[in-house]
C-alpha cells in the first residue's frame, strides 16, 4: 500500500465509511492503489466558494464536483433557508447546463432540498443562467441555485447559489452559510427526495423571462433592425433556448445561426474552449459572417452569462471587441437613450468592476450619473442595486464579457445584452454608422482606452503556492515604475489600504477585502493583480490611454498604446 499522509488518510476514510455508496469507494479504492497523486489532489482540501460560488473538476474528494460535495452545500443551505425564514414555505429554484453530469447534479440539489421540506422549482430542461436569476424573482422564490461552470473546460462543473433579489450571495451571507455546511458531516445530507415538493417549470417561465428581455433592451425601430444581419452561435450551451426566439420576437429576420455548433453538448467539440472571450473560439461564427456578410457576430459562453462580439471595422473587416469595448458602447447607448427620453434626473447610477476599463468613470461624469465601483463578480452590481433601492440602476457590466441591462435580472445576463448589442447595430446602421463607428467616437469624446488582460494558469497545488508567492512578493516588493511611469499609487484590498505615494499618505478602501493590488501611474496607466476565484490563475489587467483627437488619428494612436502594453509586459516579465 502507498504510503499516504496522516491528515489525508483521515480524509479518504471518512469516504470509505457506510456514509458513501460502492461506486465512490470502489472508486477511492483504485485511486489509492493506482493514482496517488490524483488521491491527493481530490482530497487534499475542501472546495471553496469563490467569487463565483463553487466551482471545480468533478470526481470524487473533497475537492471535487460530486452528489456529496453539493449535496453537503444544500444540506447546509436549507439549514440556514430554514432559520432565516421560519414559519415559512420555503421556495427555491433550480437551473442547470449543458456539461456533463448537469441534469443527475442538479437533480441531486432538487431531491435534498425536497428532503428538507422546501418547495423546488426545477427546470425541465437546460437553461441560460441568467433566466434563473429572473425566474427565482418571478416565482417568489427565497433562493435559487444553478449548476454550471461557465465557461471552464469539459471536465468542469459548479454550483451558483442566488438569493431572494435575484443576486448571488454577498457576505454576510455567504460567511453564515459556509458555517453551516462547514459544521456538517456527510452522514447528514437528507437525499430522500419529497418528490410533491418538486415542480418542473418551462415555457410560462421561459415566455416570461424572453418577453422581459424584449421590453428592457428594445430601442430601435423594425425598419432599422430588418436592414441588420446577425450571426449567432452558443458555442454548444444553454443560449439557443432563448436568444434566437428573443432576437425574433423583437423583430430581427436576418439572424444566422452557426449549425455546427447549435447543440447543447458538454464536450463543446468544436472549440478548444467555450469562451467567447477566445478568438478561436469565434472562428465558425467569423467564417459564417463572411459567407453571409453579416453586420454583426455574437457569441455566448455555456452558461449564457457571457458574450463576445465581433464588428466590422472602418475598412469592412470583421474585428473582435474586448468585454471592456462593449460594455463602455452598451453603457453610453443606454444613457443616450436615457438622456432623449429625459429620464435623467440625477438619481441614476451605472457600475462595473475594479479591473475594468476606467473610461466608465469619464461616461459617468460626462452625464452626470453616479458611478458604483466594487470588486469582480456581478454578485457586487448586484448587491448596489440592493442597497441603494432610492437610485435607478441604467446598466454596467466588467472587463470579463458580461453585461447587465437595467435591474430585472441581477447578474450579467448575454440574451438581454445580444438584443441590445444588435440595436446599437441596426440603428447605427440605419443612420449611416456603425457599432464600430460609434465605438470611436467614443473615444474621440472621452480619450482612447486599451486594456489588455495577461492570465496566467498555475494548476494543483504548487500552482496555488506560486500563485500566492507571486501576491507576497507583490505585497513586499512592490513596483514603483511601471512603463517608465512613476507609481504614485498602490491599491491593497487585501489590508484595505490605498497608499498615496506623492503625498506620503493612507486611506481606507471602503469596499470588502479581497486579494487585489492595484498600481497607478503618473501617465495614468494602471495595473492590477488578482487570483482567480474561481480557476487556477492569476490574472493582470493593464490599461493605458491618450488623447483622441479625431477617429482619422485612431490607428495611429491605438499603436502607440499597443506599444506601451508590450513595454509593460515585458518590464513585469510576463510573456
Not at 440603428?427 to 482606452?449: I, M, R, T
Request: proline fraction near 4%; charge should be negative; aromatic fraction near 8%.
Amino acid at each position: 500500500m502507498i504510503n499516504i499522509e496522516p491528515q489525508l488518510l483521515e480524509r479518504v476514510n471518512t469516504w470509505l465509511t457506510e456514509t458513501f455508496d460502492e461506486d465512490t469507494k470502489t472508486h477511492i479504492k483504485d485511486l489509492i492503489a493506482s493514482n496517488p497523486t490524483e488521491l491527493k489532489e481530490s482530497f487534499y482540501k475542501d472546495l471553496e466558494f469563490g467569487t463565483g460560488g463553487m466551482r471545480g473538476v468533478m470526481g470524487i474528494g473533497t475537492n471535487r464536483i460530486n452528489k456529496y460535495t453539493l449535496g453537503k452545500n444544500t444540506q447546509g443551505l436549507s439549514n440556514y433557508l430554514h432559520k432565516s425564514f421560519p414559519n415559512e414555505t420555503i421556495k427555491v429554484a433550480i437551473a442547470y447546463d449543458c456539461r456533463h453530469n448537469s441534469k443527475s447534479l442538479a437533480k441531486v440539489v432538487a431531491n435534498v432540498f425536497s428532503a428538507n421540506n422546501i418547495e423546488v422549482y426545477l427546470f425541465e430542461d437546460l437553461r441560460p443562467t441568467p433566466e434563473l436569476s429572473f425566474a427565482l424573482k418571478h416565482l417568489e422564490c427565497h433562493c435559487g441555485i444553478v449548476l454550471t461552470a461557465s465557461h471552464n473546460p469539459p471536465e468542469y462543473n459548479g454550483y451558483k447559489v442566488y438569493w431572494q433579489d435575484g443576486g448571488q450571495l454577498v457576505p454576510p451571507q455567504d460567511g453564515e452559510i459556509i458555517k453551516e455546511i462547514d459544521a456538517l458531516d456527510y452522514s447528514e445530507i437528507k437525499f430522500e427526495e419529497n418528490d410533491d415538493l418538486i415542480h418542473l417549470i418551462g415555457k410560462e417561465v421561459d415566455d416570461a423571462f424572453v418577453n422581459a428581455s424584449v421590453k428592457t433592451g428594445s430601442f430601435t425601430t423594425d425598419e432599422a433592425r430588418d436592414g441588420l444581419k446577425i450571426v449567432f452561435t452558443p458555442l454548444h450551451g444553454t443560449s439557443i433556448t432563448t436568444i434566437p426566439e428573443t432576437l425574433k420576437r423583437a423583430g430581427y429576420k436576418h439572424v444566422h445561426i452557426v449549425k455546427e455548433q447549435e447543440t447543447p453538448n458538454g464536450d463543446f467539440p468544436t472549440v478548444k474552449s467555450p469562451n467567447p472571450e477566445e478568438p478561436e473560439a469565434l472562428k465558425m461564427a467569423l467564417d459564417l459572417a463572411e459567407d453571409t456578410q453579416a453586420d454583426i457576430v455574437i457569441g455566448t459562453d455555456p452558461d449564457s452569462d457571457r458574450l463576445g462580439i465581433a464588428v466590422r471595422d472602418l475598412d469592412n473587416n470583421m474585428i473582435l471587441l474586448n468585454g471592456n469595448q462593449t460594455m463602455l458602447l452598451m453603457t453610453d447607448f443606454l444613457l443616450k437613450q436615457w438622456k432623449a427620453k429625459d429620464k435623467l434626473k440625477g438619481n441614476e447610477f451605472i457600475a462595473s468592476t475594479i479591473v475594468s476599463t476606467p473610461m466608465m468613470h469619464q461616461l459617468a461624469k460626462a452625464y452626470n450619473v453616479d458611478y458604483k465601483i466594487g470588486l469582480t463578480g456581478f454578485k457586487w452590481i448586484a448587491k448596489m442595486i440592493k442597497d441603494f433601492p432610492e437610485q435607478d440602476f441604467v446598466g454596467g457590466g466588467e472587463e470579463s464579457f458580461g453585461f447587465m441591462v437595467g435591474d430585472f435580472v441581477r447578474d450579467k445576463d448575454a440574451v438581454t445584452s445580444t438584443l441590445l448589442a444588435c440595436e446599437i447595430a441596426a440603428q447605427a446602421k440605419a443612420n449611416g454608422s456603425s457599432f464600430y463607428q460609434e465605438l470611436l467616437n467614443l473615444y474621440v469624446a472621452h480619450g482612447l482606452y486599451k486594456e489588455r488582460l495577461i492570465s496566467l494558469t498555475k494548476k494543483g497545488i504548487e500552482g496555488a503556492q506560486e500563485i500566492n508567492q507571486m501576491m507576497v512578493d507583490a505585497r513586499e516588493n512592490p513596483m514603483t515604475e511601471i512603463g517608465g511611469s512613476k507609481v504614485i499609487k498602490v491599491e491593497d484590498y487585501q489590508s484595505s489600504v490605498a497608499k498615496n505615494l506623492v503625498e506620503g499618505t493612507e486611506t481606507t478602501i471602503d469596499i470588502p477585502k479581497s486579494n487585489v493590488i492595484i498600481y497607478y501611474t503618473e501617465d495614468g496607466t494602471q495595473v492590477a493583480l488578482r487570483p482567480s476565484g474561481t480557476e487556477p490563475k492569476i490574472k493582470f489587467y493593464i490599461s493605458v490611454n491618450t488623447t483622441l483627437d479625431s477617429t482619422g488619428n485612431f490607428d495611429a494612436a491605438q499603436q502607440i498604446l499597443e506599444t506601451k502594453i508590450e513595454s509593460i509586459i515585458k518590464d513585469m516579465k510576463l510573456s
